[in-house]
C-alpha cells in the first residue's frame, strides 16, 4: 500500500478528517514505517496506549487526539531519537512548532485543520 493510502486508512481508523491530521499520518509513516509499533522487550503497545489515553480523555477533539497518538508514537522510537520525533510530530498535531531548530507554522504552508481530501 503505497504512503498516502496508508496515511489515509489510519486517518479513517483513528476518526480523523483534516489536513493536518493526514499530514500527521504520512510523517508517521515516512520517519517511522508504521503507527502501531509494538515492542514487548520496552512494553510499549502503541494502539493499546493511544486507546486507553482517547477513552481516558472522554471525548478528545482533533487536535488533543493528534497530540496523543505524537506523544505515544514518539515516545515507540528509539531513545536516541524520541525528543526530535515527539518535536516534529507535536508541530504537525498543533500547527505549529520548533523541528530541528525552525518555527515552522503548517498554516504557511496550507496545511489547516479543514478537512482532506485525496485527489
Not at 515552522?104 to 504552508?109: G, P, R, S, Y
Amino acid at each position: 500500500m503505497n504512503r498516502f493510502k496508508k496515511a489515509d486508512a489510519w486517518c479513517r481508523e483513528m476518526g480523523l478528517v483534516s489536513e493536518r491530521a493526514f499530514s500527521l499520518m504520512f510523517d508517521i509513516n515516512v520517519q517511522n514505517g508504521s503507527l502501531f509499533k509494538k515492542n514487548a522487550d520496552r512494553g510499549i503497545d502503541v494502539k493499546a496506549s493511544i486507546t486507553r489515553r482517547i477513552l481516558e480523555a472522554k471525548n478528545p477533539n482533533e487536535v488533543e487526539r493528534m497530540v496523543i497518538i505524537a506523544e505515544e508514537r514518539a515516545g515507540a522510537s528509539s531513545p536516541r531519537w524520541v525528543n526530535v520525533v515527539l518535536d516534529r510530530k507535536l508541530a504537525i498535531a498543533n500547527g505549529r512548532g520548533k523541528v530541528y531548530g525552525q518555527i515552522v507554522e503548517l498554516d504557511n504552508f496550507g496545511i489547516t485543520l479543514n478537512p482532506y481530501q485525496l485527489g
